[in-house]
């Protein structure tokens, strides 16, 4: 199953659900798309006057360009995502990650989506990271394994 | 032909990122393979790159971890060495993330011996009623 995680860029929850085997759905697979596409237009991204309608989707044209952006590349993202996976208050939101609306409007259209969706908080002891790893296996056990590359 | 290039961090006390590279090249696969501080990139066809790491990941399941990058290992843009220096964008989460990595690896130790964390009881809200109450009985009487 294609599994929507939060926030999308993290090394720990990519790792779990490739390791409990599902198919984790990161923005790095979108930004790669973005890089290594055929002639870029506008590098370092390849983000193309196009993308912005995508964006348009869900946020009006007077939202910042900002969240557009991001929400262009999260729309394949969430329009493929069968269950989700999400870190309540991520200690650090950079680069991608780093727009507070972007990830409010993220994780209503989660809700919105009525999808299978966990949410944790990041550990801090051995005793919450037990109890992180086990609640996300549990969760992963419960969906339907992904289904075999092509 | 879908290109993909994966991170491996490592954080284990009994391998090296030059142990990882040795193995990718002893592998003799069609990648492209850099050592970092954190780990190891690696880059070529998606099946190629799955299927090896898959092996790497058997040399110490708890104490490596997998993701796919965007950008491919040295990419001008991102690379620091054509930035002036710095932290590349998306060095913070990682580091972030990496001081977490030895709770996960026990955690994941722990998973596979079977052991049932206790889960933490979540504290209820003060009930309405009683919060009227005790502002009842806190009230100065006139």
Request: hydrophobic residues 20%; proline residues 15%; contains cysteine.
């Given at each position: 199953m294609k599994v929507f995680i939060y926030p999308t860029n993290s090394l720990i929850l990519s790792d779990l659900v490739e390791r409990f085997g599902h198919e984790p759905l990161a923005i790095m697979q979108e930004i790669g798309k973005k890089v290594k596409?055929?002639?870029?237009?506008?590098?370092?991204?390849?983000?193309?006057?196009?993308?912005p309608k995508f964006g348009l989707k869900y946020a009006a044209v007077e939202v910042p360009s900002g969240v557009r952006g991001r929400m262009s590349l999260f729309d394949p993202l969430l329009k493929n995502a069968e269950a989700a996976i999400v870190v309540r208050d991520p200690v650090i939101s950079f680069?991608?990650?780093?727009?507070a609306r972007t990830n409010e409007l993220v994780n209503f259209l989660l809700r919105a989506k009525k999808i299978p969706l966990l949410e944790l908080d990041y550990p801090s002891t051995e005793e919450d990271a037990k109890e992180f790893v086990y609640k996300i296996s549990e969760f992963l056990k419960s969906l339907k394994p992904a289904e075999e590359k092509k | 032909m879908d290109t993909i290039t994966k991170m491996v961090v490592i954080n284990s006390s009994k391998l090296l990122p030059s142990d990882v590279v040795i193995k990718l090249y002893e592998s003799n696969a069609d990648v492209l393979v850099k050592e970092t501080c954190f780990g190891v990139m690696v880059s070529g066809e998606r099946q190629v790159v799955d299927s090896l790491l898959s092996n790497i990941r058997k040399l110490d399941p708890y104490g490596i971890f997998i993701k796919e990058r965007g950008f491919a290992p040295g990419e001008p843009y991102r690379c620091r060495a054509t930035r002036r220096g710095g932290a590349r964008p998306g060095f913070h989460n990682l580091e972030n993330e990496d001081k977490m990595l030895p709770h996960i690896a026990s955690a994941l130790r722990a998973l596979d011996k079977g052991e049932i964390p206790r889960l933490k009881q979540k504290k209820k809200k003060l009930d309405i009623e009683k919060l009227k109450d005790i502002i009842k009985e806190t009230e100065v009487s006139q």
């Open positions: 596409s055929q002639g870029l237009d506008s590098p370092p991204l390849n983000i193309t006057p196009e993308d680069g991608c990650m780093g727009c | -």
